[in-house]
């Protein structure tokens, strides 16, 4: 049992329930979640066999006026992938803002997209407005702002069991679609590291590249909680003399008023913050 799993089994509610407890959610969540309704992170571990579809999320202006919701912006963390992988990031640097309208009401935006290779260990940033897919052959680990707000373009012609095509969002897309955003893509094996490294900081999250060899130990911070993901490799948390085994694929929160706790092991983790 992982760290988080325990703390909410000895809480003996869901994490759901916990952070909309105001009574313990500045202690438990920090103190920046004051005033927030809605727990602000969505973290995913991603094995797409297949192409996924190319799609957008709109940004918080956009969201907020017309889904009544939080925008999108994400990162992807490459665990793994396959000789020579690529993923969809944006569109052609060729493609002016104008141009987008047409190309995706004309159904031919497959020519336009932006295929980028990548390998593991790379850190790829998606600003919302971003068009964007995961390639077949490629495991990530996601950090995104808490939204299910996603506006399909293009499904690579697929059709389900009863020969349909799934929905695409057409118009809402065009309306959000925006090119030559800042995106990022950046390789940690290729860089002099740090224990602990910042490597996305935007208006919604920051996360940490922490590559362990033997221990890593740190107090948690009061304004807000911590979100671990295992990369690669296990090792142990250590806290309140207390032992939790811990591997690849894992992922547990330290509370904001947790105090000092410790990480042993061959392991590498992703810290996601407020």
Not at 21 to 34: C, H, L, N, S
Not at 52 to 58: E, G, W
Not at 169 to 190: G, L, P
Request: charged share 30%; hydrophobic share 35%; net charge neutral.
């Amino acid at each position: 049992m992982n760290l988080g799993l325990a703390i909410l089994k000895i809480c003996g509610i869901t994490l759901k329930e916990l952070f909309q407890d105001d009574t313990k959610k500045e202690e438990i969540f920090g103190t920046k979640m004051k005033g927030i309704k809605k727990f602000p992170l969505l973290i995913k571990f991603i094995d797409a066999k297949d192409n996924l579809s190319v799609q957008v999320h709109p940004d918080d202006e956009y969201a907020k006026k017309y889904e009544n919701d939080t925008g999108k912006t994400e990162m992807w963390y490459v665990i793994d992938c396959k000789e020579n992988a690529k993923i969809i990031c944006g569109m052609k640097d060729n493609v002016k803002q104008e141009e987008i309208e047409n190309i995706v009401r004309n159904g031919n935006i497959r020519d336009y997209l932006k295929e980028v290779p990548i390998h593991k260990g790379d850190i790829i940033y998606i600003p919302a407005g971003t068009l964007h897919a995961i390639l077949g052959g490629t495991l990530i680990c996601e950090i995104q702002q808490n939204s299910n707000l996603t506006y399909r373009v293009y499904d690579w012609d697929r059709v389900g069991k009863d020969g349909k095509s799934r929905e695409l969002h057409i118009e809402k897309a065009i309306e959000v679609i925006k090119q030559n955003n800042k995106n990022q893509i950046i390789n940690i094996n290729q860089q002099k590291s740090n224990i602990s490294e910042n490597r996305i900081s935007c208006d919604y999250f920051k996360v940490d590249s922490i590559d362990i060899d033997t221990k890593y130990i740190a107090t948690s911070n009061l304004e807000t909680f911590e979100a671990f993901m295992v990369v690669k490799g296990q090792g142990f948390i250590k806290a309140e003399d207390k032992e939790y085994p811990i591997k690849i694929g894992d992922s547990f929160i330290i509370p904001a008023n947790f105090g000092k706790y410790e990480i042993k092991g061959n392991i590498q983790l992703l810290k996601a913050y407020m």
